[in-house]
């Protein structure tokens, strides 16, 4: 398999500040506890260290039309066209966008599986080589499915035992995308089931089905024990997301679920997440 990188350019004038918010957090505490100036000198050092050390690495996992490329748009604030991986590709290709103050971010999407026998195999390493890698693994359902079994055998034979083997199972989030189009698959012809794109908010009716086809996902996630509470091999229910990419829907919730995943989630709101947390709750 060859690995190819990739380092995209991101707009400047949204990068000011970023890595500066948690310097100001850790700055308030301090003044706020007497810290001395070597201890601060420590922490700012070790902070910086772990921030700029080492990329903030997410992989994304996802089927055709998933929606991966808006989730990174708005999770992530970058501004990406469709997927550039190839059906058939074996290319690892990871792509850096440089968020300044020496902050970068890494990109790995991944190509999806089911396709056939022999290229599964050969997902199924690039799979193996760069998940463990990660500080972030969104994988990424259509809310709008009638059935999610093959996004479940994935999940429970490739994705989730990768996870656990590498002692990574707290970075992987399950992000059912596209809420905004359940109604659709009941009824396109009701007016009560579509978007409200005045308030940008699901209808009334919208929202029950919402509330329906979540327990519905929950129900099958939980028969194929993939989300357990207390369980040392499957994910917590808080880490399964639902939430619309297209209009910015419940992406508050989704960055608190980034800024919980494993060790180092905390990094992304902490030098950029806390724009996006103020940019949607403004939605």
């Known amino acids: 398999m060859d690995k190819r990188i990739i380092i995209e350019e991101v707009d400047q004038e949204e990068l000011s500040n970023y890595s500066s918010m948690i310097e100001k957090l850790f700055a308030a505490i301090f003044k706020a506890a007497a810290v001395s100036k070597e201890d601060k000198e420590k922490v700012f050092g070790k902070l910086n260290e772990e921030i700029t050390g080492r990329p903030f690495k997410v992989a994304i996992i996802g089927q055709a039309g998933v929606g991966k490329s808006s989730t990174l748009n708005a999770v992530f604030g970058l501004n990406l066209p469709t997927s550039d991986i190839e059906e058939g590709t074996t290319e690892i290709i990871e792509k850096i966008f440089p968020m300044g103050d020496g902050f970068n971010l890494s990109i790995y999407d991944m190509p999806g599986l089911l396709q056939s026998r022999k290229k599964d195999q050969v997902y199924e390493e690039m799979y193996k080589e760069i998940l463990p890698t990660c500080d972030v693994i969104i994988y990424i359902i ?142």
């Open 142 to 283: 259509k809310a709008n499915t009638r059935n999610v079994g093959d996004d479940c055998k994935i999940l429970k034979e490739v994705v989730l035992p990768i996870c656990n083997e590498s002692s990574i199972k707290d970075n992987l989030i399950i992000a059912v995308n596209k809420v905004d189009t359940i109604g659709e698959t009941i009824d396109p012809d009701d007016p009560e089931l579509m978007w409200d794109g005045i308030e940008n908010r699901p209808t009334n009716k919208l929202y029950e089905c919402i509330l329906k086809k979540r327990a519905d996902i929950f129900e099958k996630l939980i028969s194929e024990n993939l989300v357990l509470l207390n369980s040392p091999t499957a994910l917590k229910p808080e880490q399964v997301v639902f939430y619309s990419a297209v209009y910015n829907y419940n992406l508050g919730e989704f960055l608190k679920v980034v800024t919980k995943a494993g060790k180092r989630g905390w990094i992304w709101t902490g030098v950029k997440g806390l724009d996006l947390f103020r940019k949607s709750n403004t939605n």
